[in-house]
Antibody, heavy 121, light 108 residues
């Protein structure tokens, strides 16, 4: 079964750090590009970061640039998100999502169940 | 950034109804659009990509259309399991992906 399982969420104080993990199974992880997408309580979806299959290309949303770092370990079938200098507005459920494409159209076809990050004093 | 605006923001309908949700892009995005369904406490689920291509396993009562700036998601005959929130997403300004604000489909 194709599956993504996030972990590492929790309660952290403003200015603190947290590292999220996403364990992939059921597919060849090293062949796929990956994303982190978040959803603040009661709000819509916000794309956070992207990493290519090899890890050589990385992108961030402006809202997290300079504070978050995405990485992956293809040998461990794992995706990571290092979050530093956390703010209250980073409070959200964080999803990892697999990216697929059809010709030049891209989409996220596999999602994890999410892990909750709460930034509060 | 390309802004995606969905309408309506919420919608009440009955089982068996035909419903249409609209997504408008602030600039042309060709057919680089996907639709997702999200149920409370669950992850989003891909329904449609490339504006009109049905993802494998998604019931045929779901369909998508449009190109440029205006897109629609249609559910031809609502089932109880279809009551959820729906999001459009554009990939035109990749990697700056943006989602619509969501349309909540509720039981009348």
């Amino acid at each position: 079964e194709v599956q993504l399982v996030e972990s590492g969420g929790g309660l952290v104080q403003p200015g603190g750090s947290l590292r999220l993990s996403c364990a992939a199974s059921g597919f060849t992880f090293s062949s796929y590009e990956m994303n982190w997408v978040r959803q603040a309580p009661g709000k819509g979806l916000e794309w956070v970061s992207y990493i290519s299959s090899s890890g050589s290309t990385i992108y961030y949303a402006d809202s997290v640039k300079g504070r978050f770092t995405i990485s992956r370990d293809n040998a461990k079938n794992s995706l990571y998100l290092q979050m530093n200098s956390l703010r209250a507005e980073d409070t959200a459920v964080y999803y990892c999502a697999r990216e697929s494409y059809y010709y030049d159209s891209r989409y996220m076809d596999v999602w994890g169940k999410g892990t909750t990050v709460t930034v509060s004093s | 950034a390309i802004r995606m605006t969905q309408s309506p923001s919420s919608l009440s309908a009955s089982t068996g109804d035909r419903v249409t949700i609209t997504c408008r892009a602030s600039q042309g995005i060709s057919s680089y659009l996907a639709w997702y369904q999200q149920k409370p406490g669950k992850a989003p689920k891909l329904l449609i990509y490339a504006a009109s291509t049905l993802q494998s396993g998604v019931p045929s009562r779901f369909s998508g259309s449009g190109s440029g700036t205006d897109f629609t998601l249609t559910i031809s005959c609502l089932q109880s399991e279809d009551f959820a929130t729906y999001y459009c997403q554009q990939y035109y300004s990749y990697p700056s992906i943006t989602f619509g604000q969501g349309t909540r489909l509720e039981i009348k």
